[in-house]
C-alpha cells in the first residue's frame, strides 16, 4: 500500500486526532495521579515532623531546655543516618546541638515552615532538599525541626520518568493503532473504488465483496450491491426494449415502406391510392401509438402523476369499463359478466386506472376464444379493494408470468394477434403507481388478473 495514500488519508487524520485528544487525557490522567502522590507525600512528611515536634514540645515542658538537649541527642545517638532533622540554637543562631551545622539561611513562612537545600556528608557532598519548621523558646533558644526530602525528591523522579515513559507508551500504541486502523479501512475503501472502476469502465456485473463481519461497511456494501443489481437491471430493460422495439417496428416500418415506394413507382386509380394512403397511415398511426405508449409507461413510472390524485370512485369506474367492451365480448360470442359489490373509493388518477382495467379486459376478450367467459368483478372487504379480471381463455404459462409484465413481451402463440405488447407493461406501471400488487394466477382454465389495493381503498358509507 502507498505510504503517502496511508498518511494522506482522512482515517489517518482522525487517527492522529485521536492519538492527540487520547494523549491529552492521558497526560491529564497522569499529571492528576503525580499531583496527588507528591501532595500526599508533602502532608506525610509535614504530619511526621508534627508528630516529632509534638514530642519534643512535651519534653521541653517537662524538663525544660536540658531535657530537650539530651532527648535530640538521644534521638540523633539512634539514627545517625536518618532523614530527621533537629537543630538547638541559641540567640545568636549558634548550633547548640543537632545534625546541621549551622542555621539556614531561608526565611521561614509566617507558620514557620521552611525550605532549604541540605548538602549530605555521607553521600559524596551531594545537595538536596530539606523542609523544617521553626520555634522560639524561652530564654531566646531557636528551635528547628524538619525531615530530609531526598526520598520525596526521588519518588517525585521515578513518577516524572514513570509519565514521560507512559506518556511515549501511549504516543508509540496511538501511532501504530491509528496506522493499523487506517491501513484496514483504506484497504476496504480500496476495495470499493477498485470495483467502483471497473463498474465505470463497463463491467456491470462486478460486484463489491464483503467480509461477512455486519459490521457499518458491510452495511454500505450490502446497499451499493443491490444499487448496482437494480442498475444492472434497468440497463438490461433498456437493452430489451432496445431490441424489442428494433424487432415489432421493423415490420411495420418495412410495410409502410413497401407502401410509399408502391405510391411512387405506380401510377395507381384514384381509390388504389386512397387505400394505400389508408394503410400507410395506419402503419404511421399504430407507430405513434407504440411511442405514445412508451412514453406513457416512463411518465407513469416516474411516479411524476402522484400530484395529480384526486377521489375515484372504483365501482364506476369498473361499471364504465364493463359498459365499453359489453358489445365487443357480445360480437365475438363471449360471456361477459360484471360483478360489483360496494362503492369503493381511493386517492388516484381515474384515466390511468380506466386504461389499466380497460387494457386486462381488452386481453381478455382478445385471448378467449368464441362462446368463452369473461368476469369483470369489484370485491370490497374491510378497508381492502380489489378489482379482477377472469376469463376461461389459454391463459398464460407459469413461468412466463413476470415477463408478459416487461414492455414488447409476447408469446409465440400471440405473435400473429394485433398489439404491440405494451398493455400489460402499463398495467404494471399504474399499479405501481398506486402501491397495488398485480397478481397473475391460472384460472383453471384461464387466466385471472388482480388488482390488490390493499387498504388504500374504504368501503363508501
Known sequence: MNQTRLF???TFRLALIYMALFGASV???LGFIYWSTVAFMGRQTDAIIDAEIEGLAERYRVSGISGLTDLIAERLSRKPAGSSVYLLADDSLQPMVGNLDRWP???PTANGWLSFRLEDQASSGDVHKARARVFRLQGGFHLLVGRDMHDLEEAQGYIIRALIWGLAVTVVLAL???SMMSRSMVRRLETINEASREIMQGDLSRRIPTKG????FDQLTDNLNSMLDRIELLMEDVRRVSDNIAHDLRTPLSRLRQHLEMLKMQNPSGEQQRESVEQALAEADGLLGTFNALLRIARIESAAQRAGFADVDLAALVRDVAELYEPLAEEKQQRFTTNVQDAVHIDGDRDLLFQAVAN??????????AGGQIELTLQAHGEDARI???DDGPGIPAEARNQVLQRFFRLDTSRT???SGLGLSLVAAVAKLHRAQLLLTDNGPGLRVVLDFGNAGRVAT
Do not use: E, Q, R
Request: proline residues 6%; aromatic residues 4%; glycine residues 16%.
Open 360 to 369: 386486462l379486459v381488452d386481453n381478455a376478450i382478445k385471448y378467449t376464444p
Open 8 to 10: 494522506g488519508s482522512s
Open 176 to 178: 501504530v493503532g491509528g
Open 213 to 216: 463481519s455486519g459490521d457499518d
Open 27 to 29: 497526560l491529564m490522567l
Open 105 to 107: 539561611a531561608a526565611a
Open 417 to 419: 394477434t394485433p398489439g
Open 388 to 390: 379482477i379480471v377472469a
